[in-house]
Structure formats: C-alpha cells, structure tokens
C-alpha cells in the first residue's frame, strides 16, 4: 500500500514542525500567526454566516495571540468582539505584538465573575494550546468553569483549553472547555478521536496553516485518519475483463433461527460490494428466507436446523466472514472449533463468533493470520478486559493485534482499525444515525465483498469502515439521522462507491 496520507502527530512534534517552517520557508512567527489567523476565521464566517457577536478568551500564550489576531480579523470583516483576558505575570513575545495591534474592548480580568457573555454573543476560546502538559488551575480553571457554565456557542481554536493533545486519563475534566466546535490547525490531535474527548471538542475540521510539506512528509507517526481523497486513492477500480471468478467467492456463517435479519443484511452488503459469488450459510430451517431475500446469493445449509455447526467443504471460497446472528449454543461453539482447525485463509470475525472465542480464549492462538475482527467496544472488553479510558484501550489495541497478528475493527463514532506493529486509522464518515441494529452486520457484508476479491485485509478494512459510514452520511442528508437504518445503509453502498470511484 502506498505511503498513508493523513496523519495525526503528538503535539510536540507540531511544534516542532512549526518551529522548522519559521525557519526554512522563512517566515517570522507573528507571520505565521496571522496566516493561522486568516484561514480560521475564513471557516469561522463559513461555518457561522450569521454570526455577529463575538467574545474571546484569550490567554497569554501563543494560543492566545491567536485570539487576537482573530478578534482583530473578525472586527475588520465588521463583527462586534470583545476580548477578556485572565490576568498574567508575562506574555509571549508573538501574544504581546497581536495584543498592541488590537484595537477593539479589551479587559484583563482577575476573577471569573468579571465576565460577563452577553446574549447571541460566540466565545471563542483561545486561553491554552496544544502545548498545554498539566492541569489547568487557579483562574484559568475558574474562567473554564464560567465558560462551562454559559449557555452560549463556544468555538475552541487549536484545541479546547486544558484538553490535552493525547493522554487526558489523569487530567481534570472540569477544567477543560466543552466547545461546540474545533477549528484546528493542520492536524487533528489524537485526543480528538477519542469518544471519551468529545464533550469538549464537540465537531471539529482541520485547517490548513501552510506549514512546510517536506518536514510534514518526514515526520513518522503512528496515527492517520481517512478521508475520501484517501480511500478512493486506494480502491481498485473494476477492470474491463474482469468477471465472477476473479473477483472472488465469499462464505457468509450467520443467522440461526430468530435471527435470520443478520444474514441477510450482511449478504446484500456483501454483494454490493464486489464479491463475484456469495455462498450464505445458514440452518436448515432458515434456508428459504435467504434464498427468497437475497436471491443472488449461493444457498449452504448446515447440519443442523437451527444453528450453524460446521461447514464441509472449504476449498472454494477465497475468504469466510463468521459471527452475525449465529448465537453462541455448544454446536456453533464446536463449529467454530473445526473452522480454526481446517481453515487458515482470510477471515472476518464478527458479533457472537467474537464472543465465542472471548469465552473459549484458547481459540484465540488458533486465529488465522491477518483475520480482520470487528468488535464493538463491549465485545472488545470481553476479549481482553476492562479499560480504565479510551486512551489505554488504543494501548490494548495495539497488543491485541501484535500478539494474534490480526487487524482489529474497532466499531464507534471514529471507528479504529489497527495493524500489527502499532498503527492506528480513524475513521470521520458516518453519523449518530448508525447507532442502531444490524449497522455491524451490514459492514461484516462490506469487508467480505473486498477481502473476497483480493483486496488486501488492511486496505478492505480502511475502505470498507469509510464506504459504510459514508452510505450512511448520504441517507442522513436525505432522510435525517433518525431515518436512517441498516437495510436502507445497505441500499445505499452504491452510492458510496460511485463516489469513491470517480
């Protein structure tokens, strides 16, 4: 796969990368400052047209020479602002300049009940940056609970004050600012990822401050996010003479008696999503719902009539995906036995099968290499315990599949795929709308369509986990979150891929 675009860094390798662009574009750092400045309030007045009244909260670092920079920007686009400042013993050089260039009301407070956010008025806070290593205390941690407090928008520049760039697991929750929304530069922070951080970072996009390209390219780091330039600058596209055989036979285990929907979700996922031929396996009994659902798919049944127990034949298929609906009855347990025993080709592990081999932790050793296992958060505990925070579950993550040398799918607001050797993908597709029912099994469907036809486990994961949250954005904005559901999710894949393979 070629170089990943899209990284996350630490916070203090962005400062870094700040300090080398000052001094080989060349450019001063007030300049720099200003340029951050520009590009934020151009989305600023973007994001909020409407927006008259601005309060900021500036501190007495560089975070807060931003603040005003963007209070005298926003005041020459003819917005009325206002800046507190909490008091200081000494301001940065680059704080201090932007301070003397504002012109505007200004007060430096000593107590947080000398402010005062006055109705349809946005507080944009810039008190900490990224470079923030501590707790927040004394009046900046008051002025942070007075923001709190207010009933007004917050917009956080850079990063929300107090939150950390990554581990916050020992930091202070009441001394960060919950923000609406993040304007940050360059790159999002790594904290931002993290379900845990969202009430302070609230929606956030990335803006783009010039810093220099060829040090952003020689950085190493282990995090990256996908966006759609990168996914579909990693999708095979369909070839002329390819044909059903050559995009791959896929094997289905899923659905028992009850619970036959899973199936077949993940069936019409899959073949929306390139598999040449899909063999679903199901009870006996279940057979005609498959074969009337989804006629195009191949009919397997099982021993059994009501629950999967075994598969007789696997040389056909180029890769199985397992788990949706199956249960977890001693039948399955012993199917899923045999399966590790006889198979050793490409994998994806879902819903009950996980849970099977969290409850059977032997099995775990016997996991074919580069299986793709796609647990929610519950069943990831399950398979290697509790997490204190998300921060040291990414750490559990990470030695999870190093250990197996699996890729694991971990399914959320920002779903994360990690790699053996400790790299780490977010995801930014999809919506709240997916909070429901049978969304994992319709992505179960996705990743068996790609692995199927020879697409790398890696890549299928990046692909898939973005072509299904981007399915489920485009029946957002036509239905409303609340419209959407996972059969109509599984409808849509089309359009997601005509997007992506533009």
């Not at 803006?207 to 282990?222: A, H, Q």
């Not at 055989?245 to 929306?272: D, F």
């Not at 977890?328 to 006889?342: D, F, H, S, Y």
């Not at 579950?393 to 040398?405: E, G, P, Q, T, V």
Request: glycine share 10%.
């Amino acid at each position: 796969m070629r170089k990943m675009l899209n990284p996350i860094f630490k916070t203090a390798q962005v400062g870094a990368m700040d300090r080398y662009t000052i001094e080989h574009e060349p450019i001063k750092p007030i300049d720099l400052m200003e340029r951050a400045a520009r590009n934020c309030v151009g989305r600023m007045l973007e994001k909020y047209p409407f927006a008259r009244k601005f309060c900021i909260v500036a501190g007495s670092g560089n975070n807060g020479g931003d603040g005003f920079a963007i209070a005298r920007l926003l005041q020459e686009k003819g917005k009325e602002v206002r800046v507190y400042q909490p008091a200081h013993s000494g301001m940065s050089p680059d704080c201090a300049e932007n301070r003397n260039r504002w012109k505007g009301a200004y007060l430096e407070i000593k107590s947080p009940e000398e402010m005062e956010f006055k109705e349809g008025e946005m507080i944009i806070d810039a008190i900490f940056g990224s470079g923030l290593n501590r707790k927040v205390e004394g009046l900046a941690a008051g002025v942070i609970r007075k923001i709190n407090k207010s009933p007004n928008p917050v917009i956080a520049v850079d990063i929300p004050s107090g939150l950390l760039g990554e581990d916050n697991s020992r930091n202070d929750r009441e001394t960060i600012v919950r923000a609406d929304y993040t304007f940050t530069f360059q790159f999002p922070k790594l904290a931002f990822m993290l379900p845990e951080n969202y009430p302070f970072v609230g929606e956030w996009e990335v803006v783009d401050i010039g810093l220099c390209p060829e040090i952003i390219r020689s950085v190493p780091t282990d995090y990256f996010y996908l966006s759609e330039d990168l996914i579909s600058g990693i999708l095979p596209r369909p070839g002329k003479f390819d044909h059903k055989g050559t995009n791959g036979h896929g094997l289905l285990i899923a659905g028992k008696a009850g619970m036959m929907g899973a199936s077949v979700l993940a069936s019409k996922a899959a073949i929306r999503s390139g598999i040449g031929l899909l063999s679903c396996h199901v009870p006996f009994r279940e057979r005609e719902i498959l074969q009337i659902a989804v006629p195009e798919a191949l009919l397997e049944t099982d021993r059994s009539d009501k629950c999967f127990s075994g598969v007789d034949n696997l040389d056909k298929y180029t890769a199985i995906a397992i788990g949706p609906g199956i249960g977890k009855e001693p039948e399955t347990v012993n199917g899923i036995k045999e399966l590790l025993t006889r198979w050793r080709g490409k994998t994806i592990w879902d819903a009950d099968a996980l849970n099977i081999l969290a409850e059977n932790s032997y099995l775990l050793d016997l996991l074919p290499e580069n299986s793709l296992l796609t647990p929610h958060p519950k069943e990831f505990e399950r398979l290697v315990g509790k997490s204190e925070n998300d921060f040291e579950r990414l750490n559990k993550l990470s030695i999870f599949a190093d250990r197996y040398r699996v890729y694991i799918v971990l399914k959320g607001a920002h779903t994360v795929v990690v790699a053996p050797g400790g790299k780490y993908w977010f995801n930014t597709s999809g919506n709240p709308g997916m909070a429901k029912g049978g969304m994992g099994d319709v992505l179960t469907g996705v990743l068996l369509g790609l692995v199927s036809g020879g697409i790398p486990p890696l890549e299928s994961a990046l692909i898939g986990v973005y072509a299904h949250g981007m399915a489920a954005d485009i029946l957002a904005s036509e239905k409303g979150k609340r419209g959407v559901c996972a059969g109509e999710v599984t409808e849509g894949m089309g359009k997601a891929w005509r997007i992506l393979e533009k």
